[in-house]
């Protein structure tokens, strides 16, 4: 089905492994496609597919990500060689910290890109450079992304089953529909008519230094991925080792937390959220592949700012729609992809960087 061909790049290797988990086949009278489906749009949308791979598009041009892993790490060891020869006074300091952010930042869109196979033909090697990346240059395991990044692709906004949204209704009541349903049964966590003012001082500083930097561990440990542990251990000991010789244990923590508390987790959740959280949100429909998609997705325009800032995950309906696809070619499937959307009445909704922002909250 469509979801099965989106994710997987080596398709035969895959259906060698779900051999072993088939127990039959379905009664000739039992449906096995979404009986809500848009038929006229699945076909239009395989055929749109297919174009795809016939223009190449899902193939990778490895020279840019040589130059993005590059830009990376240049980053990454300017970050200490300013403190290193400008010293730790404030100015040195603040600028460390803005560099360190901007490759922290960038390397979380690069293991994005790996963690979706679209970065090299053959997964082993995404694999192998996405556990360098995620666990290594950002100390997260990559399984754990990929556990539940995968379930947020299959079901983008469908409550109970996108864990990017599992904050409703705890911390936030998200969605139109589900909030009115929180109204009607007078279930109150928070006080939501003001979640648009708490937004600020919660999920942005609190999603890194919790969520990411916890719940990590935690899966990783529970589902004993030891690899990523040891991984994601280097990359704790190679930044206390390397700053810890230039600063003393409150600036080095204050560096730490300015990093993960305020500076990467802001830029992360406004990019993150802008694309999703302001689309529809509720329960599970069990529509078709491109439906679901694009009910749950919206753009930000296109600039060289905007790219590189959001990691082209300012096309994130084309990156829904085509998970695998290297993100150099979104602007090529882009203007198909509307055709697509017009041709059946489906609004494509693109948005200034900063209006997407504003509809957060």
């Known amino acids: 089905q469509d979801a099965f061909v989106a994710f997987h790049v080596n398709k035969v290797l895959v259906s060698k492994y779900l051999k072993s988990l088939q127990i039959g086949e379905l009664a000739p009278d039992q449906p096995s496609i979404e009986p809500t489906k848009n038929k006229m749009l699945v076909e239009d949308f395989r055929e749109l597919r297919a174009t795809v791979e016939k223009m190449g598009l899902l193939k990778p041009n490895q020279l840019f990500f040589f130059l993005h892993l590059a830009h990376i790490l240049l980053l990454d060891t300017a970050a200490w060689l300013i403190l290193f020869y400008f010293g730790t006074s404030l100015m040195p300091f603040i600028v460390s910290l803005v560099v360190l952010t901007i490759s922290q930042v960038q390397a979380s ?36 992304w990929t556990l539940l990044h995968s379930q947020h692709h299959a079901k983008p906004n469908c409550f109970q089953k996108d864990p990017d949204i ?5 911390l936030f009541t998200l969605g139109k529909k589900l909030s009115v349903e929180l109204g ?6 928070m006080p939501y008519n003001h979640q648009h003012k708490y937004f600020f001082i919660t999920l942005p500083p609190l999603l890194f230094p919790t969520y990411f930097q916890c719940h990590t561990f935690y899966i990783a440990y529970t589902k004993r991925y030891w690899a990523d542990l040891a991984w994601m251990l280097t990359f704790y000991i190679r930044f206390f080792f390397t ?43 069990n529509l078709d592949w491109a439906s679901t998609q694009l009910q749950a997705t919206c753009n930000v325009e296109q600039s060289l700012f905007n790219d590189w800032f959001t990691g082209h995950l300012n096309f994130q309906i084309e990156h829904h729609l085509f998970p695998t696809m290297p993100r150099h070619n979104y602007w090529k ?6 055709s697509l959307c017009a041709k059946h009445g489906i609004e494509y909704q693109c948005k200034p960087l900063l209006t997407a922002f504003a509809d957060i909250v």
């Open 109 to 144: 869109w690069l293991q994005h890109d790996l963690g979706h196979l679209s970065v090299f033909r053959k997964t082993k090697w995404n694999h192998l450079l996405h556990k360098f990346v995620m666990c290594h240059l950002l100390g997260a395991s990559a399984k754990w």
């Open 166 to 170: 599992d904050m409703h209704p705890f």
């Open 184 to 189: 009607i049964k007078k279930k109150k966590y």
């Open 243 to 285: 700053y810890g010789a230039l600063l003393e244990i409150k600036s080095l923590l204050a560096y730490f937390f300015i990093i993960r508390w305020m500076l990467e987790s802001s830029w992360f959740v406004w990019v993150s959220q802008m694309n999703h959280i302001p689309m529809d949100i509720y329960y599970d429909n």
């Open 333 to 338: 499937v882009a203007p198909l992809v509307k």
